[in-house]
């Protein structure tokens, strides 16, 4: 008759792989990846409100993917492209012109994106009257 093995051996085994997976930036056990699709709510300066949506993909700390917004009727769509560090930084850069790009900066809480958002839209000069 085979004595069974005492499960004490394997407990530092799995537990170094469970730390390498953990620690490893392809594979997160614990927390949220960023990689997927979000959608939420935007509110701008001037008191309007859009409806966003990014697919998004990460690979190490590269951020890539595409974007869309509806924003006043009007549907813009994009691409993404930024860094996923303590804090997300994107560039959303619209497919057409003259529409400029957008500089969000964002925190991953859980499953929730937070952050602000900028546009460099260029000053218009007025014609005098």
């Known amino acids: 008759m085979k004595r069974p093995r005492p499960v004490r051996r394997w407990v530092p085994v799995v537990l170094a792989v469970l730390m390498v997976l953990a620690s490893s ?12 699709t979000w959608e939420g709510t935007f509110k701008s300066s001037t008191g309007g409100s859009g409806i ?30 930024g860094i996923a560090d303590e804090l997300i930084t994107l560039q959303l ?12 900066v964002a925190e991953l ?13 260029p000053v218009r000069r007025r014609r005098p009257r």
């Open 25 to 36: 930036s392809c594979a997160r056990i614990f927390g949220t990846s960023l990689s997927g």
């Open 109 to 121: 809480s859980r499953t929730k994106l937070t952050g602000t958002y900028s546009s460099d839209e």
């Open 93 to 104: 850069t619209p497919t057409a012109l003259p529409d400029c790009p957008y500089n969000v």
């Open 52 to 81: 966003l949506l990014l697919d998004l993909e990460v690979a190490g700390g590269d951020v890539s993917g595409t974007w869309q917004s509806s924003f006043t009727g009007a549907i813009v769509t994009g691409t993404v492209a």
